[in-house]
């Protein structure tokens, strides 16, 4: 089974950037849908972003506009570039792989991501 392996987390200044990247060990061809999710500190897990094999994006309310995901799948890879980021962007972000045909789902370990003065 493919395995995820998220990168790029860190420390970062309100209104900076980052990207993060999610590697599969893999093909992630398979992965119908890719997306990224975070939880914060004492907060249930949230979704962030989605994304399908033909590139259709959709986005959570809050980061609507300010976050971007995209995929190669040439590369195995999936990111998520977050700009303008605020303290309320904070936490643990994961990628999610699904294959809905199959009904089949692979989680990454997980990223952190502190946004702080």
């Known amino acids: 089974q493919v395995r995820l392996v998220e990168s790029g987390g860190g420390l970062v200044q309100p209104g900076g950037s980052l990207r993060l990247s999610c590697v599969g060990s893999?093909?992630?061809?398979?992965?119908?849908?890719m997306e990224w999710y975070r939880q914060a500190p004492g907060k249930e897990r949230e979704w962030v972003a989605r994304?399908?094999?033909?590139?259709?994006?959709n986005y959570g309310d809050s980061v609507q506009g300010r976050f971007v995901i995209s995929r190669n799948n040439s590369q195995n890879a999936l990111y998520l570039q977050m700009n303008n980021l605020k303290p309320e962007d904070t936490g643990v972000y994961s990628c999610?792989?699904?294959?809905?045909?199959?009904?089949?789902?692979?989680w990454g370990q997980g990223t952190l991501v502190t946004v702080s003065p």
């Open positions: 893999g093909s992630i061809i398979p992965f119908n849908v």
């Open positions: 999610r792989g699904r294959d809905v045909w199959f009904n089949v789902e692979v």
């Open positions: 994304i399908n094999g033909v590139s259709i994006t």
